[in-house]
């Protein structure tokens, strides 16, 4: 059993940043592949970015590449979300998940522990 508990959300202007953090329970933490995604109103969930359990990659959704990146510090039990030249298309419900020894997917659905999301509002 893993508990996740995001924090970090906030209100930013357009072109600003903020970093998520996820804290995790347990021991297993390292087992995991962690994940973030986010659900904007009136939308479906959707994929943001993830890290490998084993090998630590990471992997983007092309909206996001080349201004979020995702981290992880196994010995703190948290996983972090850096968001930089952030835009109002960013405005959602961000959550972090965990999929034990997953493979690294992109589906929602393959993730078995979910936190309860936190707010992120860009302001243009």
């Known amino acids: 059993q893993v508990q996740l508990v995001e924090s970090g959300g906030g209100l930013v202007q357009a072109g600003g940043s903020l970093r998520l953090s996820c804290a995790a329970s347990?021991?297993?933490?390292?087992?995991?592949?962690m994940g973030w995604f986010r659900q904007a109103p009136g939308k479906e969930r959707e994929f943001v970015a993830r890290i490998h359990w084993s090998t630590s990659t990471t992997y983007y959704a092309d909206s996001v590449k080349g201004r979020f990146t995702i981290s992880r510090d196994n010995a703190k039990n948290t996983v972090m979300l850096q968001m930089n030249s952030l835009k109002p298309e960013d405005t959602a419900v961000y959550y972090c998940a965990a999929d034990y020894r997953g493979t690294g997917t992109v589906v929602a659905v393959s993730y078995d522990y979910w936190g309860q999301g936190t707010q992120v509002t860009v302001s243009s």
């Open positions: 347990g021991r297993t933490f390292s087992s995991y592949t």
